[in-house]
């Protein structure tokens, strides 16, 4: 339990007009603070313009309320600079497209900007009811309406009323669906510090179970590496709880055979209220288990 969340919340809300002064005077984007929504999709611009033979911006569909959902190429920071510097990054680009999603919910985003901090459904009317949005993590067509789901359209786990209804989870099916040749598939999310694969829905294990748990190991491993933070790992119904219509587990019986979930900092003690000063060593962390985990993909992608 948090106490005073409304002051953890203005707290935030003050770190991030210091860091606009600073963007201002500074003339560079603040990575170490929370943006609205505007501010990512000015950064995405900027990046692709600076490195058009590394990045390119895709939009692969709209959200309820019709913001772009947006994914960018070879996009991430570090691996803009490392290219060409750092060996691993160098090999890993040379080889394989790496596509982000900044936002997968603008909707939800922008909500919690304006209206309530702690929101995480989409923005979706549902019909018949006055609760807005559905879990866009449990509308995916993995035993959609399975255990760890709800029905009830005022739940935060609410499913929605049918596999893929939500714009926002369509988009990102049709587009890998399309695509064809996605190998991973890796979610972010917060808070617990774990990271998890298949499956949610069941205490089954999928037939490559030792080889997502290796690599799960070895990418905590890299993660605990730089500043001590630790994480727990292993299927997701056995690391966190149970969970169906996952965007992991559609990944998987998709045929992206490795499909992660990442949850970041903290435990519990700020939860979905991160401190501002956490972001960049969070960011630092999980990229060295990123790496190890594309690196993976990379060398064995069958």
């Not at 690196?295 to 069958?302: G, I, K, L, S, T």
């Amino acid at each position: 339990m948090i106490d005073n969340v409304q002051a953890l919340v203005d707290k935030e809300k003050e770190a991030m007009a210091r860091s606009r002064r600073r963007e201002r005077e500074m003339g560079s984007f603040d990575y170490g603070s929370y943006h609205t929504l505007e501010e990512i999709n000015a950064w995405m611009d900027n990046l692709v313009a600076e490195n058009p033979k590394l990045v390119s911006k895709i939009t692969i569909g709209q959200s309820y309320e019709t913001l772009g959902s947006g994914l960018q190429r070879r996009h991430r920071h570090a691996i803009v600079e490392d290219y060409g510097q750092d060996p691993s990054v160098t090999a890993l680009l040379d080889k394989m497209d790496i596509f982000f999603e900044i936002v997968v919910n603008p909707d939800g985003y922008v909500f919690t900007h304006t209206s309530d901090r702690m929101w995480r459904k989409t923005r979706s009317i549902n019909i018949g009811s006055d609760c807005i949005g559905v879990d866009a993590n449990r509308n995916f067509g993995a035993h959609f309406g399975g255990p760890g789901s709800s029905s009830d359209p005022c739940s935060t786990t609410y499913r929605g009323p049918f596999v893929h209804s939500e714009s926002e989870v369509k988009a990102i099916v049709d587009f890998i669906l399309d695509h064809g040749n996605f190998k991973a598939l890796i979610t972010i999310h917060s808070y617990s510090q774990m990271l998890m694969y298949p499956y949610g829905y069941t205490d089954t294990l999928p037939p490559n179970a030792n080889e997502l748990h290796d690599v799960a190991k070895r990418a905590v491993d890299a993660l605990e590496s730089l500043h001590g933070t630790k994480y727990t790992y292993g299927s997701m119904i056995s690391t966190i709880y149970p969970a169906s219509g996952t965007t992991a587990d559609w990944g998987y019986a998709s045929g992206l055979k490795y499909s992660y979930t990442f949850e970041l900092r903290d435990t519990g003690l700020h939860g979905f209220l991160l401190p501002a000063e956490q972001i960049l060593p969070t960011a630092q962390e999980t990229w060295h288990a990123l790496l190890t985990i594309m690196e993976h993909v990379r060398d064995n992608p069958y």
